[in-house]
């Protein structure tokens, strides 16, 4: 028992001596506390990064989704007034009943209904 006593206590020393002969661990070492605040850093300046990319990717699609909604809404503009000027222009027709005076006339005035149309719509998109 003694022996297992004495090399036990041998080994002890040996791992002592053993790590006396090298430096300290990083963690430990002025060098490692800098080490673990630029790795900090690091993952401070990936988050921001990703954050202000996730932003970015949601600002283009708020506005791709706006540039979408505002088209969709001069489609609905732009069929509405041509249905205007085709029920305008029947209507111009039935009423004229074949007379060419009647229907120069609602010409003239089918004319002016469309141009006052498309300010409205060109008012309306600006």
Same mark, same amino acid.
């Given at each position: ?29 002025? /060098? ?34 706006? %540039? ?10 732009? =069929?509405? %007034?041509?249905?205007?000027? =085709? ?7 039935? /009423? ?7 229907? %120069? ?6 004319? =002016? ?14």
């Amino acid at each position: 028992m003694g022996t297992d006593l004495t090399r036990w206590l041998e080994d002890q020393e040996g791992e002592g001596r053993q790590q006396e002969r090298y430096a300290a661990p990083p963690v430990l070492s002025r /060098l490692g506390a800098l080490d673990r605040q630029k790795a900090g850093r690091h993952v401070i300046k990936m988050r921001n990064l990703e954050r202000m990319t996730q932003e970015a990717v949601a600002t283009e699609a708020s506005q791709a989704i706006q %540039a979408l909604a505002r088209q969709e809404r001069q489609v609905r503009e732009a =069929e509405s %007034a041509k249905l205007h000027l =085709e029920r305008q222009h029947r209507l111009s027709q039935a /009423l004229a009943a074949g007379d060419p005076e009647l229907l %120069a006339e609602f010409g003239v005035i089918d004319t =002016e209904f469309f141009q006052h149309l498309r300010l409205d719509l060109r008012r309306q998109g600006a």
